[in-house]
């Protein structure tokens, strides 16, 4: 279970975003070891900093009010965070939130995520740690299209699709909340997605970084 969110800096409120993205947050999934990688994955080099960096900045350049990051395995993530969102000038829109039961899998962090968002947040992306190259423009698309509808149908989740791929992060209304709190193992949230038919809304990419992901250190150097 979840220890409970921690605000670096002031509150959501001490900086001025336009009124539709008031209601959504990105969380950051990056409680995991990294068994494949040899661990210390997230904080490994990637370019000029570390590799959760590239997922912090996405998560930050979203429409979203905060940027909660969950961290598990590896304390030194948590520093990490804190270290980025300082350089970019965002530690006031930064949480952090420890999954104690994180060895579960996937599912353990993402339940402590979206049980420790405020009470009005709308919805949420829902971000890897180690996808480091997520396009920042199919963000506001994301929004977009979990605001609107299709085929008559309101949009209930949006995710972005490359070559016919769907890819990350999701971004998840409200009504999905509870679905994403009742997740358990390693799955992640495909089990929520599945079904939902035109109401989750694929939003084209422009680039392969809503699929890249690094598992082995070998592909720290993907562009």
């Not at 995520?113 to 829902?126: E, H, Q, Y």
Request: charged share 20%.
């Amino acid at each position: 279970m979840a220890t409970g969110g921690e605000a670096i800096g002031g509150g959501p409120d001490d900086a001025a975003r336009p009124l539709e993205a008031a209601v959504l947050e990105a969380v950051v999934l990056a409680g995991g070891f990294g068994s494949r990688f040899g661990g210390g994955k997230l904080t490994a080099p990637w370019r000029d900093g570390r590799l959760i960096d590239g997922a912090l900045a996405a998560a930050f350049a979203a429409p979203v009010r905060t940027v909660t990051v969950v961290t598990g395995a590896d304390a030194a993530v948590g520093e990490a965070a804190r270290a980025f969102a300082a350089r970019a000038g965002q530690g006031a829109r930064l949480r952090l939130v420890h999954a104690a039961d994180h060895a579960e899998g996937m599912a353990a962090t993402l339940r402590a995520g979206i049980a420790s968002l405020p009470g009005d947040a709308g919805g949420a992306f829902v971000f890897l740690g180690d996808m480091p190259r997520v396009p920042p423009a199919v963000l506001p698309k994301l929004a977009e299209a979990l605001a609107g509808e299709a085929a008559g149908v309101k949009a209930l989740a949006a995710a972005p699709v490359f070559d016919g791929q769907r890819g990350h992060p999701v971004l998840f209304g409200r009504a999905l909340f509870p679905g994403l709190l009742a997740l358990t193992g390693d799955e992640g949230a495909r089990n929520v997605l599945r079904g939902l038919g035109p109401a989750l809304a694929m939003v084209p990419a422009p680039d392969d970084g809503v699929l890249f992901d690094v598992d082995t250190p070998g592909q720290l150097g993907g562009d």
